[in-house]
């Protein structure tokens, strides 16, 4: 396994799969402080990659296009 691909499956593993996990359990703030950890885990892995101008940042509202009413 190339290094790489190992610290994309520990980003997968360790923080997007728990934002996933808690996005369905619909307990948002464990969605949030999730979320959270994975930017700055991903920003890290930006800086380890040489590619620090790449960086994820949060937004302080959402945009205005996206729809964040309840489906179903």
Do not use: C
Not at 30 to 44: I, L, P, W
């Amino acid at each position: 396994m190339a290094p790489a691909d190992h610290h994309r499956d520990e980003i997968l593993t360790d923080n997007f799969h728990p934002v996933r996990k808690a996005v369905e359990d619909r307990d948002w703030a464990a969605s949030d402080g999730h979320f959270t950890r994975m930017v700055v885990k991903a920003n890290h892995y930006h800086d380890v990659f040489d590619k620090g101008f790449i960086q994820w940042k949060r937004p302080d509202i959402p945009p205005p296009d996206l729809d964040l009413t309840p489906r179903g």
